[in-house]
Structure formats: structure tokens, C-alpha cells
């Protein structure tokens, strides 16, 4: 086992200069599969597809069948474009710097810290594709030998405080058919973008369900695509929704099912809102985005935690504070020890 402690910044700066946007993480997995059996981490390289794989670690050799009681995780896939690290003050800028690289490193940070405590029961589970559909925690999920662990840890922005719960998401897709005519007669077609239109404009006055935590379902209008030309009245048009949900996507379905007399309606992504645990002494607060933990059901009752903010990920100025880095691999440290002694 190495003794030195892991340098945060360092270990952040080093995954975030490997570019690993959703479908090309396998560099940064190897890399970081390395890193941790170099620091003395049993791990394993859980298959994902013929490409990529989730990063899963233990202390030593657990018994066959087990797992730690308490596990960090976080995914370190990345939405594009992939642009390298760099440090302006305070900052470590980058693809991935709070989302959720420099939380992947905060959490191998306390995770060695506890272990050279003495500490052996906690994992590490880093998964791939959270970005896009989460099938790296599908697969982690099957990973969980025996009853799973106690607890999951999940790693995504959160200004270094606990969440209370998170929004779920419905993804549906409208499809409006019409009949297609020389727009100088357009008596004789049928417009499918002016179906698709006044059923965007009514999806407007619909009730969306509320609660008393996580507040209303909003949703926004993501895609719109339809017609074939501009002097053609449209034959087909579509558009996507998305909604953030605050409870069981049945109910906004069934809110919405007055739309079907103007067009179809397909299903596309279901993730549940989520209650989490928490711990006192620290903040906590509701987050409206939604997490690998829906996934991994078998590693654990979830709390949610990590340095960054959800406002900067995903832009062109993505960046985590040294200081808040630094501070969560402590904190990450201290519930780790609160949760153990519960």
C-alpha cells in the first residue's frame, strides 16, 4: 500500500487531461485502473461493451462474495467537447473538472485516507455512460456480490452539500402526421407542424404534478424537427420533451394523455426522483438533475455529495475551487465515519 497521501489536484488534473466523453472513456479507465493497483486497490475492470469498463476497487482481497460496507462512486464519462486542464488561481479548469473528475479524485483521496486509518471497509465503484443513459451502473449494479454494501456515497456537483433528493426525468417524443400539398393550395394537405403547435401551446395550460420537497414538474422543449421544404404543407413532425419529474412518471403521463387526439406519443427514458439520506452537520438541499443512484440500488442506501457547482458543468468554463476540492475529501472522509458508526 503506497503511504503518501493522494495528491487532489495532481490526480484531478490527470484525468481531466485524458479525454474521456461518453463512448471513449477506455483510456481513462485504463489509466485510472493502473493508478489504483499502483496504490495498492484490488480491482477489478467490470465489461461494460467490447470498448469501455466501470473501475471497480476494494481493499486487498475481500472474500469471495462480499463487498465494503460503504462505496464512493462517481462516473467518469464526460459530455464533448473534451478541452485540457489548466490552473487560473483558484481554479482547475477542464472537461470534467467538477463533472465528475475532481470528484473521482476527492473520493480516492478520503478513501486512501481512511484505509491508511485502518479502514478496510470501504470500495470504489467509477462507472462509464452516466452522460448518456447510465448503462455503466446498470452493469455495476449486477457487480454487487451477496446483500450490496450499506452504503453509496454518489459523487456529482453539489457546492459540497447534502442532498435531500433529486428529480427524476420522463422523455417523451411527439409525433404529428399530416398530408403533404403544394403550399399555394394548402387546403388540400394537412400541417403536421401546426399540430405539432397547438399541442406544444396546450402542453402549456396542463396541471404537472407537485410536491412538497422536490416542487413542480417542469419540462422543456429539447428537439423540434418536421416538414420537407418551405413551399410544402408538412407531412410529419416531431419534437422531444423533457420533463423533471417529483414523482412517479405515471402521473405525468397520464396528465399529459389529452394531447394523443392531435399526435402519438413514445416513450423514450424513465428515471425515478430519488429520497436521499443525510447526515447532520452538513447542508443539504434538493437538486433538480438527476444521478447514476436510481442504477445502483444494490450498493447501498445513497446519499449525495460532492465539491462544484451543477451551473458550470457542462460549459465551456467548467471548473472546480482547489479549496472546495480539497475540503470535500475531507468531508467525504467524515461521512464515510459518521455512516460506519451508525
Known amino acids: 500500500m503506497t503511504a503518501d497521501p493522494v495528491d487532489v489536484v495532481a490526480l484531478t488534473r490527470a484525468l481531466v487531461d485524458i479525454d474521456s466523453t461518453t463512448g471513449c472513456e477506455r483510456a481513462a479507465g485504463r489509466w485510472l485502473a493502473d493508478y489504483l493497483r499502483g496504490r495498492g486497490w484490488s480491482v477489478v475492470e467490470q465489461r461494460v461493451d467490447d470498448a469501455r469498463f466501470n473501475v471497480i476497487a476494494t481493499s486487498g482481497d475481500p472474500a469471495p462474495g462480499s463487498s465494503p460496507e460503504i462505496v464512493f462512486s462517481t462516473h467518469f464519462d464526460c459530455v464533448p467537447p473534451f478541452f485540457p486542464s489548466r490552473i487560473e488561481g483558484d481554479r482547475i479548469y477542464g472537461r470534467g473538472a467538477c463533472d465528475a473528475k475532481g470528484i473521482l479524485a476527492a473520493q480516492v483521496a478520503s478513501a486512501d485516507r481512511l484505509r491508511s486509518d485502518g479502514d478496510s471497509r470501504v470500495g470504489l465503484v467509477f462507472v462509464v455512460g452516466e452522460e448518456r443513459g447510465s448503462d455503466g451502473a446498470r452493469a455495476a449494479n449486477e457487480a454487487a456480490h451477496g446483500g450490496g454494501s450499506r452504503f453509496l456515497i454518489d459523487g456529482e456537483p453539489t457546492d459540497n452539500r447534502l442532498g435531500v ?178
Open 165 to 342: 433528493a433529486t428529480r427524476g426525468i420522463l422523455r417523451l417524443k411527439l409525433r404529428a402526421g399530416g398530408r403533404a400539398a403544394h403550399s399555394s393550395f394548402p387546403e388540400l394537405g394537412e400541417s403536421a407542424i401546426d399540430k405539432l403547435i397547438d399541442t406544444l401551446v396546450e402542453l402549456r395550460s396542463i396541471a404537472l404534478p407537485r410536491d412538497p420537497v422536490l416542487g413542480r414538474t417542469h419540462y422543456t422543449v429539447g428537439l423540434i424537427a418536421g416538414g420537407v421544404a418551405p413551399n410544402v404543407v408538412s407531412p410529419s413532425a416531431e419534437a422531444e420533451i423533457m420533463f423533471r419529474t417529483v414523482s412517479d412518471a405515471a402521473e405525468v403521463r397520464r396528465a399529459v394523455a389529452p394531447l394523443e387526439r392531435r399526435v402519438a406519443i413514445e416513450h423514450v427514458l424513465d428515471v425515478p426522483p430519488v429520497r436521499l439520506r443525510t447526515v447532520p452537520g452538513f447542508d443539504a438541499a434538493v437538486f433538480p438533475y438527476t444521478t447514476d443512484i436510481p442504477f445502483l440500488p444494490r450498493w447501498g442506501e445513497p446519499l449525495l455529495f460532492g465539491p462544484g457547482s451543477i451551473h458550470v458543468a457542462h460549459t465551456a468554463d467548467e471548473f472546480v475551487s482547489i479549496a472546495e476540492l480539497t475540503a470535500a475529501a475531507g468531508h467525504y472522509v467524515t461521512l464515510a465515519r459518521a455512516l460506519l458508526s451508525s
